[in-house]
C-alpha cells in the first residue's frame, strides 16, 4: 500500500468517526427536548385542573385562604417558568402546596365526602404518576447523552460543536426525604 | 448497553437473521429444484408464491393472533386501572400507547405483537388481572411493552414467518415428489444426489429452522425482563408476578404451538426437565433462572 492511499483511508476513518459522534449528540439533544415535551404536557394537565380543585375547596371551606392563594401562587409561578431547573422548582412547589390542600380535607368530612372533590384527586393523583414516569424518561435522556458527552470521543467533538451537558429534572427534594412529622 | 443501543442492535440482528434466512432459503430453493428435475424456475415460482404468502401474513399476523387467541379490544372505560398503568409505562418508556385486548381465560398470562411500536398490541388474559396486585401487573407490562420498544415484536412476527416459509417449501417439495418429477435419464446420477440431500433438507430444515426460532425467542426474554424492571425500578414486582405465574398449573387454552412463544411464560405449563436437548425446544427459559436473575439485580 503506498502512503498516500494509507492517509485517505486514515482520513475517511476520522470523517466517519466524527460524523457518527456528532449525529449521536446531535440525536441525543432532539430526544431529549422530545422528552421534555412529553413532562410539559403533563404539567399543563397539573396546571388545568388546579382552578377546579381550588373551586371545589373554596366551597367547602371558608377558613384556609392562605392555602389557596399558596396553590394559586404555584400554579402561577409553573406557567410562567422557563427552563429545566426553574420548572422543576416550581414543580415542587405546587406538589407541596397541592399535598397541603389535599391534607385538609380530613377537616372537612363534607369536602371528602363529595364526589366531585374525590374525582379531582384521583385524576391529580394519576398526573402525578405521568409526571414521574415522563420525568424519569427523560432523565434516562439526559443520562445517555450527557455520558456520550463526557467520554471520549464524545468529549472531543461536544467542545468541538459547543455542546453542553443537560440538566436533570430534579425529583422533588420531599421524596427523597424521610417524612417529617409535625405536632 | 443503553436501551437505544439495543434498539438499534435488535434492528441489526434482524436484518441479519433475514439475510441468513433468505441464503438459507435459496439454498433449500436450489436443492430442492436440482431435486425434484422440474429444474429452478420452478423452484423459484414455488418461492414466490410462497414469499407472497409471507408477506400478506407479516401485515396480518397480528390479526391472525388475536383471533387465534380469542382475543377482545377493551376501551379505556372498561379497565380504567389497567389503562392507566399501560399509559405511564409507556410515557416512561417513551412509546405511542398500544391497543389493549383481553382474554377470557382464568390462566393467568399476557403478550405483546405488531410490527413496530406504532402498530403494537398488548393482551393480557382475566386471570392475569385477577391474580396479581398493581406492582406485579406493572411489572408484568412493563416487560411486553419492552418487547413493543426494542422492537421483539417485529424481530419475533419476521422470525416467525421466515420459519413458517421454510416449511412451506419443504411441503411444496415433498408434495412435487408425491405427483412424480420429470425424469431424465443421463442426469439421473447427479439427481439422485440431490434427491437425497433435498429429502432429508425438507425433514430437517424446518426443525433447524424452529430451533433458531426459539433461541431467540428465549434470548428476548431475559433482555426484556431486564429493561422491564428499568421502566419500572421495582425488578420484585416482575419477580414475584412470574413466581405466581409459574405457581399457577392451569394451561391456557387458546394458546398453540405457533403463538406460545409470544406469552411471558410458557402458556403450556409443561415440565421442564433440564437437559440440553429439551432446552433446545422450549420457547422460554426457565422461570426459576429468570426470578433468580430479576432477585439479584
Known amino acids: 500500500m503506498s502512503p498516500s492511499l494509507i492517509i485517505i483511508i486514515a482520513v475517511i476513518i476520522i470523517v466517519l468517526f466524527v460524523w457518527f459522534t456528532y449525529n449521536s449528540l446531535a440525536t441525543g439533544k432532539v430526544r431529549i427536548k422530545e422528552a421534555l415535551s412529553g413532562i410539559d404536557v403533563q404539567l399543563k394537565r397539573r396546571v388545568d385542573l388546579v382552578p377546579n380543585l381550588v373551586n371545589t375547596v373554596k366551597g367547602y371551606s371558608k377558613h384556609e385562604k392562605e392555602l389557596l392563594e399558596n396553590v394559586t401562587k404555584a400554579r402561577a409561578s409553573l406557567m410562567n417558568a422557563k427552563g429545566t431547573v426553574e420548572k422543576a422548582k416550581s414543580d415542587n412547589m405546587l406538589s407541596s402546596a397541592l399535598k397541603s390542600l389535599i391534607a385538609i380535607s380530613e377537616s372537612y368530612p363534607d369536602l371528602k365526602a363529595s364526589k366531585n372533590f374525590l374525582e379531582l384527586q384521583e385524576e391529580l393523583s394519576d398526573i402525578e404518576a405521568k409526571i414521574a414516569y415522563a420525568r424519569q424518561f427523560y432523565n434516562s435522556n439526559v443520562q445517555n447523552y450527557n455520558s456520550t458527552l463526557a467520554a471520549f470521543p464524545g468529549s472531543l467533538i461536544g467542545s468541538m460543536f459547543a455542546y453542553k451537558p443537560e440538566e436533570f429534572f430534579a425529583a422533588k427534594e420531599s421524596e427523597k426525604e424521610p417524612v417529617k412529622v409535625k405536632f | ?230 421502566l419500572t425500578r421495582y425488578p420484585e414486582g416482575l419477580a414475584s408476578a412470574l413466581e405466581k405465574i409459574a405457581k399457577d398449573k392451569e394451561p391456557l387454552e387458546v394458546a398453540n404451538n405457533a403463538t406460545a412463544h409470544l406469552y411471558i411464560a410458557n402458556p403450556f405449563k409443561g415440565k421442564i426437565d433440564g437437559s440440553w436437548f429439551a432446552n433446545l425446544f422450549n420457547t422460554h427459559p426457565p422461570i426459576e433462572e429468570r426470578i433468580k436473575i430479576l432477585r439479584s439485580m
Open chain 2, 1 to 230: 448497553m443503553n436501551i437505544y443501543s439495543q434498539i438499534s442492535a435488535n434492528k441489526t440482528k434482524t436484518w441479519l437473521i433475514v439475510g441468513l434466512f433468505i441464503l438459507f432459503i435459496t439454498t433449500i430453493v436450489f436443492v430442492y429444484g436440482k431435486a425434484s428435475g422440474y429444474g429452478l424456475s420452478y423452484a423459484g415460482i414455488g418461492l414466490i408464491i410462497s414469499g407472497i404468502m409471507c408477506f400478506a401474513s407479516y401485515y396480518y399476523s397480528d390479526k391472525m393472533i388475536l383471533g387465534m387467541s380469542n382475543a377482545k379490544q377493551i376501551k379505556k372505560s372498561d379497565n380504567p386501572q389497567l389503562f392507566r398503568i399501560v399509559e405511564n409505562l409507556c410515557i416512561g418508556a417513551g412509546i405511542p400507547m398500544p391497543k389493549i385486548y383481553i382474554i377470557e381465560d382464568s390462566a393467568p398470562n399476557a403478550f405483546a405483537t405488531g410490527r413496530d411500536p406504532k402498530h403494537s398490541i398488548v393482551c393480557v388474559t382475566t386471570g392475569i388481572l385477577e391474580k396479581l396486585n398493581k406492582a406485579e401487573l406493572e411489572g408484568v407490562i412493563a416487560h411486553e411493552l419492552s418487547h413493543v420498544q426494542n422492537y421483539d415484536i417485529r424481530l419475533m412476527s419476521i422470525v416467525v414467518i421466515l420459519v413458517g416459509l421454510v416449511a412451506l417449501l419443504a411441503d411444496f417439495f415433498m408434495r412435487s415428489l408425491w405427483y412424480g418429477g420429470r425424469r431424465d435419464r443421463e442426469k439421473d446420477n447427479v439427481q439422485g444426489v440431490f434427491l437425497a440431500i433435498g429429502i432429508a433438507l425438507a425433514i430437517l430444515s424446518p426443525i433447524i429452522a424452529t430451533l433458531i426460532q426459539l433461541a431467540v425467542s428465549r434470548k428476548r426474554e431475559f433482555l426484556a425482563d431486564a429493561s422491564g424492571a428499568l
